[in-house]
Structure formats: C-alpha cells, structure tokens
C-alpha cells in the first residue's frame, strides 16, 4: 500500500519483492500495526520523501522461520554524539522505518537486523504488532513518570490501553482521559484497571503525580498541567501536537514540569519486550486486510475502535 503523497489515498501496488542490503532481513510481513505517526505522514505534518509505504510496527518472519518485530528506530549512525552516550533515539542522522524506510503495510519488508527486536513467545503475531510502538514509546514515556503513584492518560487509544496495564500492574493508580462520551475507551480503561476515567476536561479524583499526554492535541498540556500535583511532570509522547495554547504560569509553578519523549532505544525495546508477558500485556486489536489499510486509518483518525488497529497481508 503506496503512499505518493500527502493527503493522497493509500494505494495497492504490485512490486516485485525487495532485496535486502547487506546486513539487512528480507521479511515476510505477518502483521502491522497502525499508528498515529502514520496520519501525521498521511497529512503531511512531518517531512518524509514519497513515494513510501507506511507501517512501523512490523512483525515478519524470515526465510528460515525466525519472527522478529521491526519498530520505528530503523537506523542509526553510531557515531554522532547521542548515538556516544546511549541516546541513539536522538541519533541526528537516524532513519526510520515506515518514514525514511519502506515499512510494513506491504507483504515484504526489508530491515536492518541490528534494530529488529525478538517477539515474545506467546503472542500471536496479530497480538503483538502494536508492542512494537504503542507498547515501547509508551514505555518510554512511562520511564520518564518515575515513580509517580498516580498516573494520568491523557487519550486512551493503543498506546494508552497498553501502558495502562504496565502502570497497574507496577501498583500505580490511573485516570484515564478521553474525549467527552468517549464510552467505549472509558469502559476499555476501567476494564484494564483504571480507578477512575472521564473526559479530558473533569479533574481526576485526587492531584495527579505524573501526566501522560498521547492525543495530538496541545490543549490537552494545560489541562492535564491543572490535574498535576506541585512536583508532578507532563510527558508529551506524541511525535506531532497542534499548538500549545498560552497558560497562566501558576499552573507550571510548583516544580512541575512538561517534556517530550522522543522515538526509541533498542534497549527500549528489548526491555519492554521482556517486561511485556511478565504483566502480562494483553492488546485489544481490531483487524484490517492489507487493501484495507486506508480505512484503517480512517476509523483511527475518527476513533472508530477501542485499543489498537492492525493491518494484515
Ligand atoms: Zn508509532
Ligand atoms: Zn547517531
């Protein structure tokens, strides 16, 4: 499934099988999840060169019949400083797969063995393409919490439905926040184990210690900032926001502070993916054929399914 340019409808193309590089894996693609990354390169909101085939959460298999998982860190330098201290998610030359790389909404994929992550035993393949970056840049963003013992989620799609389980399971209590009469999401998060979910606008029952924003919007910041305890921290772990509307100082002071986070690290991944059925993380995933990956994208963007999409050749 070509994607010529933005805004431009994904496309079925035949191609022949790629070749891989050296050092690369020619994968058979078993499934691929979708991810909010990919509308933000479907509309255009981050620079890519088309033509280029989405997808970045890959689960293929090789010709001798291993399973690996390709994410979204498809290549670094090595070299640069970030790569040097152990911050290659930083790498100032990094590829990435379904970006800078043809990704997995496709029936082949190459990709670099370096930066393929081993599948937990245990997950069907369907079950275990959104670990690959709803589960590790959520992992990630989680990371950044510390030990806060309330956590907020600010939007409950699939990343969101995976980190909520890791936090639970580490004892932490979690508000979910949805948009308003988002019933579905809200009795998903309850259903994960949740104390409490509502719309982004209502407070959580008590000051939140740490902050998760995934929804794209920038409102979101000052409101969970208005849900944060002094000390408490709101993590951004989306790749693309709309504007950050003005706030009053009051509500950043007190120590509280707002970051990003950015990409992954391969040990990121490998430390996710071990940790991911000793939870264990269960996935809630709605499946799209590969032709139909537009809708799939589609009912993303409109909130169509609870938990995360994933396309399958
Ligand atoms: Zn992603
Ligand atoms: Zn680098």
Redesign the pocket.
Known sequence: MMLDAPGRPLRLVERDVPEPGPGQLLLEVRACGVCRTDLHLLDGELAFTAPRVLGHQIVGVTGDGRRVGVPWLGW?????A??RSGR?NL????RFTGRDIDGGFADHAVADERFCLPIPDGYPDLQAAPLLCAGLIGFRALRMCGDAARLGLYGFGAAAHIICQVAVAEGRRVSAFTRAGDAAAQALARELGAEWAGASEELPPEPLEAAIVFAPAGPLVPAALRALAPGGTVVCAGIHMSDIPSFPYELLWGERSVRSVANLTRADGTAFLELAPRVPVRTHVTEYALPDAERALGDLRAGRFAGAAVVVP
């Open positions: 670094t330098c090595g070299e640069c970030y790569c290659e790498c100032v030359r990094a």
